[in-house]
């Protein structure tokens, strides 16, 4: 692991908030050149801190009113590997994340649809007919708030 400072620190705060901003841009938030600041977001790719830039997209305004959480308990994990479940449920367009977890579920999913009916033939014809899939639990998001994570 390399060593961090605040400067460190302080860039990647502001890429989490803003990722498309320039090098030029971010230096003059933080008193450094461009290419000092070009150097040190290398640097932070370079050692995996930064693993990517990803762009968020409004599932509301593309038709996607709905999005749901999926526990999902595999019913026999012997008979079905974890690699044939993930490689199934990768396949389904309107399943957003795939989270292997520890607890009650072996699955968390995330999936986005136009609206309940939507959700409700995802479920049935795509996630239900999976293989090893014992029993599904659903909860649908209400609101969400984006947190700044770890770095506040």
């Given amino acids: 692991m390399i060593s961090l400072d605040d400067i460190d620190y302080a ?19 933080l008193g450094l050149s461009q290419p000092a600041t070009w150097r040190r977001i290398k640097r932070l790719q370079d050692t995996g801190i930064i693993a990517g830039r990803r762009l968020d997209l409004d599932s509301e305004k593309l038709g996607f009113g709905v999005t749901v959480f999926l526990g999902v308990k595999l019913a026999t994990k ?11 449920v990768a396949a389904i367009p309107e399943v957003q994340t795939v989270e292997h977890v520890l607890g009650m579920y072996d699955y968390r999913l995330r999936v986005a649809a136009r609206d309940i009916s939507d959700f409700e033939r995802v479920l049935r014809r795509r996630v239900m007919t999976l293989p090893g899939v014992g029993s599904v639990d659903a909860n649908v998001l209400l609101s969400e708030e984006r947190r700044p994570g770890p770095l506040g």
């Fill in 11 to 29: 860039l990647l705060r502001a890429l989490s908030r803003d990722a498309s901003q320039s090098a030029g841009a971010l230096g003059r938030q």
């Fill in 78 to 88: 012997g008979r079905i590997s974890l690699e044939d479940f993930e490689r199934a």
